[in-house]
């Protein structure tokens, strides 16, 4: 699937946010309906440990935001996405560019649509392994992400997760 200049425009924004870009990782591809994404992360002296191999912040902060950027995107405006936890296993350390590939199909999109519909909200699970270029796995992550949907006539209140309710004023 092609690249839109839409999304070409939003993965260039991406690499040049400071949260993103001081990871080391690069977004290399958004397909024009972000239900594939790709992302690099080379070996630098900006993601290199004390040891040589890739610094595990870097290998896990690469990958971070883009199931829930991807989810936002497809799923559009009407229901909320945030991520809520999120695993790393370290499997062999990186001494080379890892790539990492994110896909999202029509019948998972539907299937998270769906349920958030009729229950109000769902959680949802992806997993996502970095790879060097000859397919050897270093690191494998799985994200948990709670999906939203904004109920017609709820207040911008109702969709944050309860955790995150801000004080109220006069009580604590």
């Known amino acids: 699937m092609p690249e839109s200049w839409t999304t070409r425009c939003t993965r260039w924004y991406i690499n040049w946010a400071p949260a993103y870009r001081g990871t080391g990782g690069r977004l290399e591809y958004?397909?024009?309906?972000?239900?594939?994404?790709?992302v690099r992360l080379p070996l630098s002296w900006r993601t290199r440990n004390i040891v040589g191999t890739i610094f595990g912040g870097s290998l896990y902060g690469a990958i971070d935001p883009v199931y829930m950027l991807m989810l936002m995107h497809t799923l559009g405006p009407e229901f909320?996405?945030?991520d809520k936890a999120a695993t790393i296993h370290f499997l062999?350390?990186?001494?080379?560019?890892?790539w990492a590939t994110f896909q999202l199909t029509a019948s998972r999109i539907s299937e998270l649509r769906s349920?958030?519909?009729a229950q109000g909200k769902s959680e949802c699970h992806f997993d996502v392994?970095?790879?060097d270029r000859d397919g050897l796995v270093h690191a494998r992550c799985r994200k948990?992400?709670?999906v939203r949907w904004k109920a017609a006539g709820a207040s911008p209140r109702d969709n944050v997760l309860p955790d995150a309710q801000p004080n109220r004023p006069g009580g604590t």
């Open 30 to 38: 958004i397909a024009h309906d972000w239900t594939e994404v790709r």
């Open 80 to 82: 909320v996405v945030w």
């Open 92 to 98: 062999k350390p990186a001494r080379s560019t890892l």
């Open 115 to 117: 349920s958030a519909m």
């Open 129 to 131: 392994e970095l790879a």
């Open 144 to 146: 948990t992400l709670h």
